[in-house]
């Protein structure tokens, strides 16, 4: 065993000192060739790709991650420091409120109004409303007369009456109406002074007139709350008119609206797309003629708003049935520029259309008209109109506007007379009516003053300029017109108003001497009113009126003088 190590030892000795010298040989050997010359070239050539790569132990198998930095806040503790601090206040009890269910609020059905005046005129107005949410009744009765004359001229009285009742049923989506009612109103052709004609005798019977009134109406309208809904509206009305002369007018109509929304274009909203019309028949008769007219009318129309500017926009087309059969169109166009939201508005407008000069329009304007006279048709062939309203801190409003019309058949009165007396002098106690082409201009305006709730004042005018193919003058037209007026409510128990009318000249015609005829210019007059009430209870007071304070005649028609100062006074009754 000794022996094997010892040889072992020997061997690894051995490799050991070869290794030594062959170094030292190597090394002797480098150095003795770097320091001889060389006669040749040495080239070495590598072959082979050169592929780097990194051992898998030196990779770094990790991902980088974002650092997040957090903040811890620091926790604070409040204590409240409680002080005691004495007050001097000191409660009183109060009485429980005492709330009757039994009690309701309570609702005043009726009104009525009535007095005496001094020209020994009874005077009532009454009115009743009862119903729910779903059905209203109403009724009125109405009566003013007059038994005193005017000095010099032939007796003046007369008498206005009327009677109406209606009812309403509110339903979801709809409103059903009816109404009915009746009028009587009586004169007498009083327009001249009996001394002026010593050799006329005037039948009293034939100086009287009654126009008896009687209508009625039917009406069905949607209350839908959406646009996108068809709305429409239904309405049937008739009425016969008739007079102590044996002329007679009986009218009948019926007019629909028809409208939904439409989205047309997405540049204006409220978007309308509709369809109006009517249908009216008219049947005339008097001691001499009778006819019947028939008109139909439509008009398609388009309304939207965009921005400030609401529009309606349409064309009426229309055709009479008549001696002369008119077919005519007009365009319509209607504009609201709403400049300030709720105070002021800028408008403008184009028209026209055919009306009739009725019966019952004429006598309702001058009830001293004869009954036979011409009725025709009035053509306003173009109708342009414009102004601005609004309103200021909600206390001053105001309207002002011009209006041109080009007309054709408008109707003027001029006095005539239908005694059997042949020779003059007769009286002209009587109207005709005359009609005439042309235009007219029209200035008119109005404003109130709202202080507060308790003093209101008002002024509107208006001014017409006219221009007459064949007539020299609007006979009884007037040229201008002025109220100015105001209210005062007096600690919730005297109401205070006066108002005064100025109406400018107009102009007549004298026919008496049957020979040529006299223009007259009638002079303009001023007309001034007094009131005053007083509330004695919630639901009792008087009242107490003047009229015509300055006391003058003037004559609104040639030969019509008016009554002079009335008094009157009375009660007024809510229950």
Do not use: C
């Not at 042949?422 to 200035?443: A, L, Q, S």
């Not at 006979?475 to 201008?480: G, L």
């Not at 128990?493 to 001497?513: I, P, S």
């Amino acid at each position: 065993m000794k022996q094997i190590k010892y040889m072992s030892y020997n061997k690894s000795k051995m490799i050991k000192r070869l290794v030594i010298l062959h170094l030292v040989s190597v090394i002797a050997f480098s150095a003795f060739g770097q320091g001889t010359e060389r006669d040749y070239n040495e080239e070495v050539t590598i072959r082979g790709s050169y592929d780097p790569t990194i051992n898998q132990a030196f990779k770094i198998n990790t991902k980088p991650e974002t650092f997040s930095l957090t903040l811890k806040k620091p926790e604070f503790v409040f204590e409240s420091i409680d002080v005691e601090q004495p007050t001097q206040i000191t409660l009183e009890p109060i009485d429980a409120a005492k709330i009757r269910t039994d009690r309701k609020a309570k609702i005043y059905n009726n009104y009525l109004k009535a007095g005496i005046g001094s020209w020994v005129s009874p005077y009532i107005d009454f009115a009743h409303s009862s119903g729910s949410n779903e059905a209203v009744f109403n009724a009125s009765i109405f009566h003013l007369s007059s038994f005193r004359n005017i000095p010099d001229y032939s007796p003046s009285p007369y008498s206005n009456s009327r009677v109406n009742v209606g009812w309403k049923k509110l339903m979801n989506n709809h409103v059903f109406s009816i109404s009915a009612g009746y009028g009587l109103n009586t004169n007498r052709y009083y327009g001249y002074k009996p001394d002026d004609f010593p050799n006329v005798t005037m039948d009293e019977d034939n100086l009287k007139q009654m126009f008896n009134l009687i209508k009625a109406t039917v009406g069905f309208k949607s209350q839908y709350k959406k646009e996108s809904k068809l709305h429409h509206a239904f309405n049937v009305s008739a009425y016969y008119y008739f007079d102590k002369y044996k002329t007679s007018e009986t009218n009948a109509q019926f007019d629909f609206d028809l409208h939904k929304a439409f989205s047309v274009t997405k540049l204006l909203n409220f978007q309308h797309l509709g369809l109006e019309g009517k249908v009216e028949y008219y049947g005339n008769k008097d001691t001499i003629q009778s006819n019947t007219d028939v008109l139909i009318e439509g008009t398609p129309y388009f309304k939207a708003k965009y921005g400030i500017v609401n529009f309606l926009i349409g064309l009426r087309f229309a055709y009479l049935s008549s001696n002369n059969s008119i077919f005519a169109f007009n365009p319509i166009v209607k504009v609201d520029i709403n400049v300030i939201p709720e105070a002021l508005t800028i408008y403008a407008g184009i028209g026209g259309g055919l009306e009739k000069n009725s019966f019952l329009n004429l006598s309702d304007r001058n009830p001293w008209v004869s009954s036979v006279i011409p009725l025709k048709w009035q053509n306003n062939k173009f109708d342009i109109s414009g102004g601005v309203r609004g309103n200021i801190a909600r206390q001053l409003g105001f309207n002002l506007q011009v209006r041109f019309v080009s007309f054709k058949d408008m109707g003027f009165f001029v006095n005539t007379s239908e005694s059997k007396i042949w020779g003059p002098p007769i009286p002209m106690n009587k109207f005709n009516v005359f009609y005439d082409d042309g235009n007219v201009t029209n200035f008119s305006g109005e404003l109130t003053y709202q202080f507060g709730t308790d003093i209101k004042i008002w002024l509107n005018g208006e001014y017409n300029i006219y221009n007459l193919d064949s007539l020299p003058q609007p006979y009884h037209k007037p040229i201008s017109l002025v109220s100015l007026g105001g209210s005062w409510l007096i600690k919730k128990k005297v109401n205070v108003w006066l108002e005064g009318t100025f109406v400018g000249q107009r102009y007549a015609v004298n026919n008496e001497l049957l020979i040529v005829a006299q223009e007259i210019t009638l002079d303009g007059f001023f007309d001034l009113n007094l009131g005053v009430s007083y509330n004695i209870t919630k639901d009792f007071s008087v009242w107490l009126s003047g009229t015509n304070l300055l006391n003058k005649n003037y004559q609104r028609y040639y030969n019509y003088p008016v009554q002079g100062l009335e008094i009157m006074g009375g009660i007024g009754l809510r229950f």
